[in-house]
């Protein structure tokens, strides 16, 4: 079954830094979703996109963040200047636009750990 | 938003039927409800959604009462491999969002 990808599966960066997290979501899937969680606590909505544009973010995304689609495959997430309780598993997700899926039904990639020293 | 209410943690037995419910006391006419499972280190993995009434899949069954409120996840003879978080969420088809509450823990023992 075709999957989502993530690089890097874990990247520890100093205080201060650019990170760029990436994603290979599911090539016919129309929405993407990134999500966090800090290590013990829930998942945590960050933003999704659609249509070459944000549709909903929550209040973490802040100016802080950003994401793109660069091309017609991978979906970025950018976080500048990284604090640190960035520390987290960051999980990407996509989802299609079809009836023959139910319409809550996301595929999560494994992961990007980011620790933020 | 509707915010969803399980328990924080469920123990079970190999080979027993494990029925995790699930309160969502404002869910919405456009919003479904959902499951996920969580295994550590990994991310969430979809396992079935409903509107009303029951659905089922070769994992689990969903039951949901005619007034929406609630809903019970259903995992027919539970496995050591089935120890994981387990997510009720609600979707909302006009945000196309997910909100994920603290979820059920459940610990399956031989």
């Known amino acids: 079954e075709p999957e989502v990808t993530q690089t890097p599966s874990h990247q520890v960066t100093q205080m201060g830094q650019e990170v760029i997290l990436r994603c290979v979501p599911i090539?016919?899937?129309?929405?993407f979703y990134w999500y966090r969680q800090i290590l013990g606590q829930k998942v945590e909505f960050l933003v999704s996109?659609?249509?070459?544009?944000?549709?909903?973010k929550s209040e973490i995304f802040d100016d802080q963040f950003s994401v793109e689609r660069p091309d017609g495959s991978n979906f970025t997430l950018k976080i500048r200047s990284t604090k640190l309780e960035d520390s987290a598993m960051y999980f990407c997700?996509?989802?299609?636009?079809?009836?023959?899926?139910?319409?809550?039904?996301?595929?999560f990639g494994e992961g990007s750990r980011l620790t933020v020293l | 938003l509707a915010k969803t209410t399980q328990p924080i943690s469920m123990d079970s037995y190999e080979g027993q039927e494990v029925n995790i419910t699930c309160s969502h006391n404002?869910?919405?006419?456009?919003?479904?409800i959902t499951w996920y499972q969580q295994f550590p280190s990994q991310g969430p993995r979809f396992i079935i959604q409903?509107?009303?009434t029951k659905v089922t899949n070769e994992v689990a069954s969903l039951f949901i009462p005619a007034d929406r409120k609630s809903s019970t996840l259903s995992l027919p003879r539970v496995s050591l491999s089935d120890t994981a978080v387990y997510y009720c969420?609600?979707?909302?088809?006009?945000?196309?969002?997910?909100?994920f509450g603290s979820g059920t823990r459940l610990q399956v023992q031989p």
């Open positions: 997700a996509s989802s299609e636009v079809t009836s023959g899926r139910a319409p809550g039904e996301l595929f």
């Open positions: 090539s016919n899937h129309l929405y």
């Open positions: 996109f659609y249509n070459n544009e944000i549709s909903e």
């Open positions: 404002n869910i919405a006419t456009n919003d479904y």
């Open positions: 409903g509107y009303k």
């Open positions: 969420l609600v979707f909302d088809t006009g945000r196309r969002a997910l909100t």
